[in-house]
């Protein structure tokens, strides 16, 4: 089966502690994962792809295939951080799978 | 700003009644994606039109259905609209056909009163 699981429906954590939001995925070949922010009231960006390996707004992503994990980090969490986010996994006909997503609430 | 606009922002209908959300893709893109997010279903894939003809469908009901004009804006249509319908519904664009980055709309909040 092809799945994403986002345990955390809520993450509040202190601005300028660090952040790890946990996404693992289920998918028998060669996964393409992606993290996407949606901040209040605005559209779904795309926030990165496993495979570009960039960083945007501090945040970066590993895959890790043994763990079957994507985790998105960030060293020193700021205000603005404050969206939902989710993370997407490429399925075998080509769609999104979306995880239910993460509310990450930055407390001041 | 992506360049995916949609149409309109707020709709407010009554059960069984039908409406039409319109989608247009960023400049030069030809691939269009329908999407539902509701509170208890989160965001659920619809359907994606490549260049005016039906690509993928996913969890779409009998009751709606969807199309990509020549100019391709899509449009997707509710009918027989119930209670449990209301939701925003996402617009998504990308260059082609499936691998590509998609860049998302701001969505038409639809309410079933």
């Known amino acids: 089966a092809q799945r994403v699981t986002q345990p955390e429906k809520l993450l509040s954590v202190f601005k300028g502690a660090p952040v790890e939001l946990k996404c693992n995925y289920s998918?028998?070949?060669?996964?393409?994962l992606f993290w996407y922010v949606q901040y209040s009231r605005q559209r779904l960006q795309l926030l990165l792809r496993?495979?570009?390996?960039?960083s945007i707004k501090g945040f970066t992503a590993d895959l890790n295939k043994g763990e079957t994990s994507f985790h998105l980090k960030k060293p020193f969490a700021q205000e603005e951080d404050s969206a939902m986010y989710y993370c997407?996994?490429?399925?075998?006909?080509?769609?999104?799978?979306w995880g239910a997503g993460t509310k990450l609430i930055i407390k001041p | 700003d992506s360049g995916v606009t949609q149409t309109p922002k707020h709709l407010i209908t009554a059960t069984g009644q039908r409406v039409t959300l319109r989608c247009s893709p960023r400049s030069g893109d030809l691939s269009v994606y329908w999407y539902q997010q509701s509170l208890d279903q989160g965001l659920q894939f619809l359907i994606q039109?490549?260049?005016?003809?039906?690509?993928a469908k996913g969890n779409i009901l009998e009751r709606f259905s969807a199309q990509q004009f020549p100019d391709l804006h899509s449009e997707l249509n509710l009918s027989s609209l119930e209670l449990g319908d209301s939701a925003l519904y996402f617009c998504a664009s990308s260059l082609d056909k499936s691998t590509d980055t998609q860049y998302f709309g701001p969505g038409t909040r639809l309410t079933v009163l």
């Open positions: 039109y490549y260049n005016g003809e039906e690509r």
């Open positions: 998918y028998s070949g060669s996964p393409e």
């Open positions: 496993h495979i570009s390996r960039e």
């Open positions: 997407a996994l490429r399925g075998s006909n080509y769609q999104l799978i």
